[in-house]
């Protein structure tokens, strides 16, 4: 059978699909309104980063001081589920080692980069991701190195990008700066670098070079990829925000050169929503989110986070294991977003702030205190010694945090 008779079959064959404009995950991404450029502001060149001076990999290195790296080298492991999950990471370390070399031919496949995208999110989809979406890949958001020193060459076009949302009942039940926070996240880590493991394989099976960055191995600085692929635009917080689920979630990307129909980036009106909110900042226990009006950074205008201040109150954190205190008091982070709450909805931006400005009443009114805190909780509290014991977690932050008023100096609770 001739290439192209071929190709025409399977036309035929995934016509509905792949051909098709349906809704392909669990969320309508398809209905969000579609802008040329990201709704931040570039003023000039953004240089490409390296991931060795991020102040993780400084904590790290000591450049913070020993207790800061004493505490940062256990801070995932020092609860027992954190470090069963810091077991599994070596592991998925040694797959992501193994790649498979691009097939020498290419497969019979059809080249119409609008199916080969459907394919590829539906291929997310099954692997388990929550949202996916394509970019033209920015060249300043590929980082210079790998965290290992090696030069990271930048010559693939598209990033195929994956969103895990961070487990939903759990971040709900917790006040966002305890034991179960950094899990949470490296729950969803695992899954992206899964995924993209899988999904880069594959790509490159099929004959086309595909490189996989996530937590274990990241090529890239997500948060300009997020935004060119319009997963959302960037908050007050620093970082991305999705309509659908707020902050709370996890990304990561497969890096290719395939030729693919991008989504392009999205506006639903949140720099003025930040503008005019600061919630996430008066709730953030270190003083590290911006309360005034964007600066430039690095070529573009954002809000800039205290990156510092951040991480050091997550390492030294005694009464819990990193913070995300800003995603879960974020009104965007809101009951009624679930895929069903969007069955209906017809992408109407009045409806979708609606529903955030109700989330945002609520929130004033309980003192940002959401009522499944406690009631649901169903993790235990236990520290993880370095011989193995376990204990309860006796250790107290030097000034008791106001889950109320994390600014305050005294608790009013
Ligand atoms: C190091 C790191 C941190 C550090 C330092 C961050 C910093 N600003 O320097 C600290 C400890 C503070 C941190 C905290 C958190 N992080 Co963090 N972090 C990273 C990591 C591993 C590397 C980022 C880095 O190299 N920063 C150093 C330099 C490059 O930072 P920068 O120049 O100031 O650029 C920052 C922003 O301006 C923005 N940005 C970068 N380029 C561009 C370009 C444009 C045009 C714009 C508008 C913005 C933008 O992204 C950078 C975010 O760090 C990334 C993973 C990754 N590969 O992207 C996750 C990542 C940024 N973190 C993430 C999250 C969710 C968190 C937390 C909520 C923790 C949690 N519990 O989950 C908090 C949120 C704090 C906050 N308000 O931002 C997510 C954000 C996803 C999203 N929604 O955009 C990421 C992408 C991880 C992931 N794989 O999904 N993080
Ligand atoms: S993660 Fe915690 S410390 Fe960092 S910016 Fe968010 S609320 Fe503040
Ligand atoms: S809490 Fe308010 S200011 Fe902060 S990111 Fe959410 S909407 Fe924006």
Same mark, same amino acid.
């Given at each position: 059978?001739?290439?192209?008779?071929?190709?025409?079959?399977?036309?035929?064959?995934? *016509?509905?699909?792949?051909?098709?404009?349906?809704? #392909? @995950?669990? /969320?309508?991404?398809?209905?969000?309104?579609? &802008?040329? %450029?990201?709704?931040?502001?570039v003023v000039g060149p953004i240089e490409r980063r390296?991931?060795?001076?991020?102040?993780?990999?400084?904590?790290?290195?000591?450049?913070?001081?020993?207790?800061?790296?004493?505490?940062?080298?256990?801070?995932?492991?020092?609860?027992?589920?954190?470090?069963?999950?810091?077991?599994?990471?070596?592991?998925?370390?040694?797959?992501?080692?193994?790649?498979?070399?691009?097939?020498?031919?290419?497969?019979?496949?059809?080249?119409?980069? *609008?199916?080969?995208?459907?394919?590829?999110?539906? #291929? @997310?989809? /099954?692997?388990?991701?929550?949202?996916?979406? &394509?970019? %033209?890949?920015?060249?300043s958001?590929?980082?210079?190195?790998?965290?290992?020193?090696?030069?990271?060459?930048?010559?693939?076009?598209?990033?195929?990008?994956?969103?895990?949302?961070?487990?939903?009942?759990?971040?709900?039940?917790?006040?966002?700066?305890?034991?179960?926070?950094?899990?949470?996240?490296?729950?969803?880590?695992?899954?992206?670098?899964?995924?993209?493991?899988?999904?880069?394989?594959?790509?490159?099976?099929?004959?086309?070079?595909?490189?996989?960055?996530?937590?274990?191995?990241?090529?890239?600085?997500?948060?300009q990829?997020?935004?060119?692929?319009?997963?959302?635009?960037?908050?007050?917080?620093?970082?991305?925000?999705?309509?659908?689920?707020?902050?709370?979630?996890?990304?990561?990307?497969?890096?290719?050169?395939?030729?693919?129909?991008?989504?392009?980036?999205?506006?639903?009106?949140?720099?003025?929503?930040?503008?005019?909110?600061?919630?996430?900042?008066?709730?953030?226990?270190?003083?590290?989110?911006?309360?005034?009006?964007?600066?430039v950074h690095n070529g573009y205008?954002t809000?800039k986070?205290?990156?510092?201040?951040?991480?050091?109150?997550?390492?030294?954190?005694?009464?819990?294991?990193?913070?995300?205190?800003?995603?879960?008091?974020?009104?965007?982070?809101?009951?009624?977003?679930?895929?069903?709450?969007?069955?209906?909805?017809?992408?109407?931006?009045?409806?979708?702030?609606?529903?955030?400005?109700?989330?945002?009443?609520?929130?004033?009114?309980?003192?940002?205190?959401?009522?499944?805190?406690?009631?649901?909780?169903?993790?235990?509290?236990?520290?993880?010694?370095?011989?193995?014991?376990?204990?309860?977690?006796?250790?107290?932050?030097?000034?008791?945090?106001?889950?109320?008023?994390?600014?305050?100096?005294?608790?009013?609770?």
């Amino acid at each position: 059978m001739d290439a192209q008779r071929e190709i025409s079959e399977q036309r035929l064959k995934y *016509r509905d699909i792949l051909y098709g404009d349906d809704q #392909l @995950g669990p /969320f309508p991404t398809q209905l969000l309104k579609r &802008v040329p %450029r990201p709704t931040s502001e570039v003023v000039g060149p953004i240089e490409r980063r390296d991931p060795r001076e991020s102040v993780f990999a400084r904590s790290a290195r000591g450049d913070f001081g020993e207790e800061i790296q004493r505490q940062f080298r256990r801070m995932t492991g020092r609860y027992p589920l954190g470090a069963a999950l810091v077991d599994l990471q070596r592991h998925i370390a040694a797959v992501s080692t193994k790649r498979v070399e691009v097939a020498p031919r290419r497969a019979p496949i059809p080249r119409d980069p *609008r199916v080969l995208s459907r394919h590829l999110k539906s #291929l @997310g989809y /099954f692997l388990g991701a929550d949202i996916m979406a &394509v970019a %033209r890949l920015p060249q300043s958001a590929v980082y210079t190195h790998r965290m290992n020193g090696e030069p990271i060459d930048a010559r693939l076009r598209y990033a195929i990008v994956f969103v895990n949302r961070k487990h939903e009942p759990t971040i709900r039940a917790s006040n966002g700066w305890e034991q179960i926070v950094d899990p949470a996240s490296f729950q969803a880590y695992q899954r992206l670098a899964l995924q993209t493991e899988v999904a880069a394989d594959y790509i490159r099976r099929l004959g086309w070079a595909a490189e996989p960055s996530h937590m274990y191995d990241y090529l890239t600085l997500m948060p300009q990829i997020l935004l060119e692929a319009g997963i959302g635009e960037v908050c007050r917080m620093g970082i991305v925000l999705n309509p659908f689920l707020g902050t709370n979630f996890k990304s990561a990307c497969v890096l290719t050169d395939l030729e693919l129909e991008t989504d392009g980036p999205v506006d639903f009106g949140l720099q003025d929503y930040c503008a005019n909110c600061d919630i996430c900042a008066r709730q953030c226990p270190a003083g590290a989110i911006a309360r005034g009006e964007q600066v430039v950074h690095n070529g573009y205008r954002t809000w800039k986070l205290n990156a510092e201040a951040c991480s050091r109150f997550a390492v030294l954190n005694k009464e819990g294991c990193v913070c995300g205190r800003c995603t879960k008091v974020c009104p965007w982070h809101r009951p009624d977003s679930e895929p069903r709450d969007f069955a209906g909805w017809d992408g109407g931006l009045d409806t979708l702030h609606r529903s955030v400005d109700a989330q945002r009443r609520r929130l004033i009114e309980n003192d940002c205190v959401d009522p499944l805190e406690r009631t649901h909780k169903w993790w235990f509290e236990l520290d993880e010694l370095p011989d193995g014991t376990l204990s309860l977690p006796s250790d107290r932050n030097t000034h008791k945090v106001c889950r109320r008023h994390p600014l305050a100096k005294e608790p009013c609770d």
